[in-house]
């Protein structure tokens, strides 16, 4: 067996560029053709603004607690929940004086929903 061990390119925390996300750092842990991970970095009162995604996205809360829409429901999101947004459902992220870190897996192309 041979490990065959890669490099990556190390990414540095930057603003999310949507005009609509405030207070939110990101930064990408892996770039696949079929998947990305990135950590998001929350300040006080940051969020990312209410839109869709063409594919599913799994986000993991690591650190701290914010609340979450999806669709018409909004709950609490804490330190060691994890929730898939499913494609083309409307999603929002934010904290309240608070601070929170998440880790986000996009699946590209086909939905992991769609296999099922």
């Known amino acids: 067996m041979n490990i ?25 842990l892996v770039r696949r053709e079929d998947l990305v991970i ?3 970095r929350f300040a006080r009162d940051g969020t990312i603004h ?11 809360c690591i650190e701290g607690e914010g609340r979450m829409r999806v669709g018409d429901e909004v709950v609490d999101f804490r330190d060691g929940q994890q929730v898939r947004w499913p494609a083309g459902v ?16 996009e699946h590209l192309g086909r939905s992991p929903t769609e296999l099922a």
């Open 4 to 28: 065959e061990l890669e490099s990556f390119p190390h990414s540095r925390w930057t603003p999310l560029p949507h005009p609509d996300c405030r207070g939110v750092d990101g930064r990408v």
């Open 90 to 105: 409307n999603h929002q992220l934010w904290t309240e004086g608070s601070t929170m870190k998440t880790l986000m897996m």
């Open 50 to 60: 209410d839109h869709p995604a063409d594919h599913d996205i799994d986000v993991l």
């Open 38 to 40: 990135a950590m998001l």
